[in-house]
């Protein structure tokens, strides 16, 4: 089995976005990893060194080349995800069973053409993104137009995926009631994001490491889980 994870997050940068995009692709790899080919799909320059990232990830590294104009026209016509092209080009091969769109701003057009070639498709989304964009945009023109083509996006990730996956329960109950959607049929699930590696809880007297491995996170009672490999199947197989 081959599984395709595609992010428009620089995952060798840093923020929430690129630290929760890092814990989904881990935690895809160590679910998957030891029965499957696991590739991602991330803006990340080729003489760029990622971290983080397990080692038996196959990082597909690609840089956005397009022009000034091109990148106005993708803009106009609601193409937010830089590497579209090269995503497109991916899935078109038809070689993968699973494809993963982390953030559903990245799905933009590509969740038909990954159906279409065989697969089944897993949307993360970080946020309500119609809100995120709204709050996160100060021209009023051009937060119209990333406000009406990222709903288009999110409501087309959310009606078409196979499986929806949200980090809190007030982003799946937005889309459920933006998007008039019964969730017994859309399979939207909260996974929540949690920490993949050894770290330390501050305390007043001492620092407490705690260790633990991937597995353990994600049923830990500090992080909301991420779905159990069995519980993927049941929505992703045939």
């Not at 692709?25 to 320059?45: D, F, H, Q, R």
């Amino acid at each position: 089995m081959k599984i395709l994870v595609i992010t428009l997050h620089y995952l060798n940068g840093v923020g929430g976005g690129v630290f929760a995009s890092t814990a989904y692709t881990n935690a895809i790899y160590a679910i998957y990893g030891n029965t499957a080919e696991v590739s991602l799909l991330s803006p990340i320059s080729v003489d760029s060194h990622v971290e983080n990232i397990s080692d038996g990830v196959r990082i597909i590294k690609s840089q956005d080349t397009r022009s000034f104009p091109t990148k106005l026209l993708d803009f106009c016509i609601g193409n937010n995800y830089k590497l579209y092209r090269i995503a497109k080009e991916e899935i078109a091969t038809g070689k993968y069973d699973i494809v993963f769109f982390d953030n559903s701003r990245s799905s933009f057009r590509l969740i038909s053409l990954a159906k279409k070639n065989g697969a089944k498709v897993i949307t993360i989304h970080h946020n309500f993104e119609k809100e995120y964009v709204r709050d996160n945009n100060t021209n009023p023109i051009l937060k119209s137009i990333s406000i009406f083509w990222t709903k288009c996006c999110e409501k087309n990730a959310v009606r078409q995926s196979n499986l929806n996956l949200t980090l809190t329960p007030e982003d799946k109950n937005l889309l459920i009631n933006q998007y008039s959607i019964r969730e017994s049929t859309n399979n939207i699930y909260v996974t929540g994001v949690f920490q993949s590696k050894d770290f330390s809880l501050p305390n007043i007297n001492k620092s407490i490491t705690i260790k633990k491995n991937i597995r353990d996170w994600l049923h830990s009672i500090f992080y909301i889980s991420f779905l159990s490999r069995k519980d993927m199947d049941h929505y992703v197989q045939p």
